[in-house]
C-alpha cells in the first residue's frame, strides 16, 4: 500500500471524469485516469533515470498539468518530491542541489545549460519538462509503459522536502511526511465540506504548500475537479467563476479582484472564498464581502505543519482571525520564555501538536531541538492568543520576517547578499506595508566612506543571485545603521522612520 496516493486515487484510477481543464488558447482536459497513467510513466521514467524509493527529485518547472503529475509520480514511485520555486537563480538552486543530493533534477529546458553542471556536482541526472509537451523528460515518459505497481509507502515514510527561509540566511528543508499530507488532507476536505461536484479555480503555484497540499491534494482526497490557470490572472478568474465553486487565494488575489470588473455577478454562484499564506486584514475582508456577499474564510498554516487552524463553513467567519483548530491539530499559546500555557486572552507564543507537525529538518538535528518541545509541541514562531469564542488570533511573528505576495522572505539571507557587493559597511532588511503585496522588501545601507552607491547598482549586483521577490523595492541609503547600547542594529526604528 502506498500511505497517500492510494487514498489521493481511490477509486478513481480508472475514471474518465475530468479531473483538470486548462483555460490556454487551446484548452486541454485531464481526467483522473489521465493523471493516474501520467503519473505511472513518470515514475517508470524516474526509475530509468536512476531515482530510487526514498531518493530526492528536485523540481523547477513552469506550473502546467504535466508538473502536477511528476508530484503524483514522485508519490506512487516512493520518491521524495523537493520543488523550487521558478524565481530561483541558479545560485540558488545549488545550495537546495548540495543540500538535498538529489537523484534527478527536472528543470525548464531554458535553464538546463546553468543547471545541469550544477546537478551534476551534487550527483545528479539533468532532464527537462515543459507543459506545452515539452522536454527531454517528457519525451521521455511518453514511451514508457503506462503499466506500473506502485510502491510501497508507509505513514512515516518522507512525500516531500519544501524548503523554508531560515533566520540565519540558511534554507531548511521541512521533512513532509505521508501521513502528515494525508491527515491534513481529509481534515480540510471534511470541514470545508469539499464534495465530488465542487470545481476549484487554481491559480496558485505548485512549488508551494498551499497550491500544491492543500489545494490538489483537497481536491484529488473528495474527487472534485479544477480550472488550472498558469498564473494569477483577474479577469480569467472572474471568467472563470460561473463555471467553478470555490477559489483558494492569498489576500493579494483578493485585493486586485476587488477592483475587477464583473466580480459581483460572478460571485453569486460560488460557494466559497478561501485565503491563506499571509495575512488578510480585516478591511479586505469586509471590502469583499461588501462587495460580493461572500465571507472570506481565511485559515492559518505553515510550510512546516500544513493547515491548522480556519474559520468555519458555518458559523462567523470573523475578520481578523484565522478561526478554530482543525479536528486532528492541536494548538496551544505559551509563555516565549518558560513555555507554560496560558489562558485566552493572554498573547503567546503560538504552538501546534498533530499528525500534520513534520518530523524535522533536513539534516539539521540542532535546528530541529530547537523547534520542538519536550513533549513534541512544535514552536511555530507565530504569536497570538485566543479570544473568549475560541477563534485563534495572529498577533505578531518573528519580528524580522517578511511576507510578500503570499511569500515569505528572510531579512538575514538578503542582508547578506547585500554586504557582499562592493561599496557597502553594512545593511538592514525590513518588510513595509503594501495594500496590494501586504509587505514590500526594503533595504537601509551605510556604505563604505567615499563609495559612491546608487540604488540601481545594488539591484544590478542582486540580479542573479537573490529571486525577483526578495530582492528590495526600495534602497535607502543612511550614515550608520541605529545600535542599541549592546551593538545591535534597531530594526524598530528603522521600520518606524522607513516603513511608512
Given amino acids: 500500500m502506498n500511505h497517500l496516493y492510494d487514498a489521493l486515487m481511490e477509486g478513481r484510477e480508472s475514471s474518465e471524469k475530468v479531473f483538470l481543464r486548462t483555460r490556454e488558447k487551446e484548452p486541454r482536459t485531464f481526467t483522473f485516469a489521465d493523471m493516474h497513467r501520467m503519473a505511472g510513466r513518470m515514475a517508470r521514467a524516474l526509475h530509468r533515470l536512476g531515482a530510487r524509493p526514498g531518493g530526492r527529485v528536485t523540481v523547477q518547472v513552469e506550473k502546467s498539468p504535466e508538473a502536477l503529475a511528476l508530484y503524483l509520480a514522485c508519490l506512487r514511485g516512493g520518491y521524495v518530491f523537493q520543488p523550487l520555486n521558478m524565481a530561483y537563480t541558479p545560485a540558488e538552486v545549488d545550495y537546495f542541489l548540495k543540500d538535498a543530493e538529489p537523484d ?9 545549460a546553468a543547471l ?4 551534476e556536482a551534487a550527483g545528479a541526472k539533468t532532464v527537462t519538462l515543459r507543459g506545452d509537451w515539452g522536454g527531454s523528460f517528457y519525451m521521455l515518459q511518453m514511451v514508457q509503459p503506462e503499466s506500473f505497481q506502485t510502491v510501497a509507502r508507509g505513514a512515516d515514510d518522507l512525500a516531500a522536502i519544501l524548503y523554508t527561509s531560515g533566520t540565519t540566511g540558511r534554507s531548511k528543508g521541512a ?3 505521508h501521513e502528515n499530507l494525508l491527515a491534513n488532507g481529509r481534515d480540510l476536505a471534511d470541514i470545508w465540506r469539499f464534495s465530488e461536484e ?3 479555480i487554481h491559480a496558485l503555484p505548485i512549488y508551494h504548500a498551499h497550491g500544491l497540499f492543500v489545494a490538489c491534494n483537497v481536491s484529488l482526497l473528495a474527487g472534485a475537479s479544477m480550472i488550472w490557470l ?8 472572474v471568467r472563470a467563476m460561473p463555471e467553478a465553486s470555490v477559489l483558494m487565494g492569498v489576500p493579494t488575489f483578493y485585493a486586485r479582484l476587488i477592483r475587477a470588473r464583473g466580480l459581483k455577478a460572478a460571485a453569486r454562484g460560488m460557494r466559497l472564498f478561501i485565503s ?3 495575512p488578510l486584514s480585516p478591511a479586505l475582508h469586509e471590502a469583499f464581502e461588501k462587495k460580493t456577499g461572500q465571507a472570506i474564510v481565511e485559515r492559518y498554516g505553515l510550510t512546516e505543519t500544513g493547515m491548522n487552524a480556519s474559520n468555519p463553513l458555518d458559523g462567523p467567519r470573523k475578520a481578523g482571525t484565522v478561526g478554530l483548530a482543525l479536528p486532528s491539530t492541536e494548538i496551544r499559546v505559551t509563555d516565549p520564555e518558560s513555555g507554560a500555557p496560558l489562558a485566552a486572552g493572554e498573547p503567546g507564543m503560538i504552538e501546534v501538536r498533530g499528525p500534520n507537525v513534520f518530523s524535522g529538518y533536513w539534516r539539521m538535528e540542532e535546528k530541529t531541538k530547537e523547534a520542538f518541545r519536550g513533549d513534541g509541541w512544535f514552536i511555530t514562531g507565530d504569536l497570538g492568543y485566543f479570544g473568549a469564542d475560541g477563534y485563534l488570533r495572529i498577533s505578531g511573528r518573528d519580528k524580522d520576517l517578511i511576507i510578500t505576495g503570499g511569500l515569505n522572505v528572510y531579512p538575514a539571507e538578503v542582508e547578506a547578499a547585500i554586504d557582499a557587493i562592493k561599496g557597502v559597511a553594512e545593511s538592514a ?3 513595509a506595508p503594501d495594500a496590494e503585496w501586504g509587505e514590500i522588501v526594503i533595504a537601509v545601507i551605510a556604505p563604505e566612506p567615499k563609495a559612491r552607491l546608487t540604488e540601481q547598482d545594488v539591484l544590478a549586483a542582486l540580479e542573479g543571485r537573490l529571486a525577483r521577490f526578495k530582492q528590495p523595492r526600495r534602497v535607502i541609503f543612511v550614515d550608520a545603521l541605529p545600535r542599541n547600547a549592546m551593538g545591535k542594529v534597531q530594526k524598530t526604528k528603522l521600520r518606524e522612520q522607513f516603513g511608512g
Fill in 276 to 278: 491563506g499564506s499571509a
Fill in 198 to 200: 465542487d470545481v476549484l
Fill in 230 to 237: 498558469e498564473k494569477f490572472d483577474a479577469k480569467e478568474i
Fill in 104 to 112: 534527478v533534477l527536472i528543470c525548464d529546458p531554458e535553464r538546463k
Fill in 116 to 119: 545541469e553542471p550544477l546537478a
Fill in 429 to 431: 532588511v525590513i518588510g
Fill in 175 to 177: 521533512m513532509i511526511s
